[in-house]
């Protein structure tokens, strides 16, 4: 069974850190990229981080450029967020989902997600 | 940046009704939008890729349409589970972005 789980949220400190960190199985995981997707409260979905399954290519949303950082540890299955810096707005349950990649490079979609992990950043 | 515009932002409909929901996007993607159905407090759920492409195990009620700029997606006979908000996802250059998502509610 193909599963995803996210760890790792919780409330931190405008101006702190966080690490995020979503455990994969049931699924070959160098063969997917994979990405964080995050929600704000009662808000609308945004793509936040992508990374392909060699951890050759990484993009970001410009709202994190340079605070977060996505990484990925194939030899645990395992997909990182390295949130630094943080402000009030990037409070939000924060999703990992695994993503197929066509032959052309192109992503398919955001196949299959976790429950989320919330991130909450306030004095 | 790719902004993609849904319609409506809300729907109410009754069990079922034929229901379609439009994304347009600011300018073309080809054919690389999706849609996901997200209940509350739960994660996204993916329904549709390539733009009608449905996902396996996807009840054969929803489909998708369109390329380019405007896509749908139709419910064809809304069923007590549907009652969800939906949105669309463009995947064809970076940023990656979604629509703002249409609340489909009972009536």
């Known amino acids: 069974e193909v599963q995803i789980e996210e760890s790792g949220g919780g409330l931190v400190q405008p101006g702190g850190s966080m690490r995020l960190s979503c455990a994969a199985s049931g699924f070959r995981f160098t063969s997917y990229a994979m990405t964080w997707v995050r929600q704000a409260p009662g808000k609308g979905l945004e793509w936040v981080a992508s990374v392909r399954g060699d951890g050759s290519e990484k993009r970001y949303v410009e709202s994190v450029q340079g605070r977060f950082t996505i990484s990925r540890d194939n030899t645990k299955n395992s997909l990182y967020l390295q949130m630094n810096s943080l402000r009030v707005e990037d409070t939000a349950v924060y999703f990992c989902?695994?993503?197929?990649?066509?032959?052309?490079?192109?992503?398919?979609?955001?196949?299959?997600w976790g429950q989320g992990t919330m991130v909450t950043v306030s004095s | 940046d790719v902004q993609l515009t849904q319609s409506p932002s809300f729907l109410s409909a009754s069990v079922g009704d034929r229901v379609t929901i439009t994304c347009r996007a600011s300018?073309?993607?080809?054919?690389?939008l999706v849609w996901y159905q997200q209940k509350p407090g739960k994660a996204p759920k993916l329904l549709i890729y390539?733009?009608?492409t449905l996902q396996s195990g996807v009840s054969s009620r929803f489909s998708g349409s369109g390329s380019g700029t405007e896509f749908t997606l139709t419910i064809s006979s809304l069923q007590p589970e549907d009652f969800a908000t939906y949105y669309c996802?463009?995947?064809?250059?970076?940023?990656?972005?979604f629509g703002q998502g249409t609340r489909l509610e009972i009536k």
């Open positions: 996802q463009h995947l064809s250059s970076y940023p990656i972005t």
């Open positions: 390539a733009a009608s």
């Open positions: 300018q073309g993607v080809s054919s690389y």
């Open positions: 989902a695994r993503v197929p990649v066509a032959s052309n490079r192109y992503f398919d979609a955001f196949d299959v």
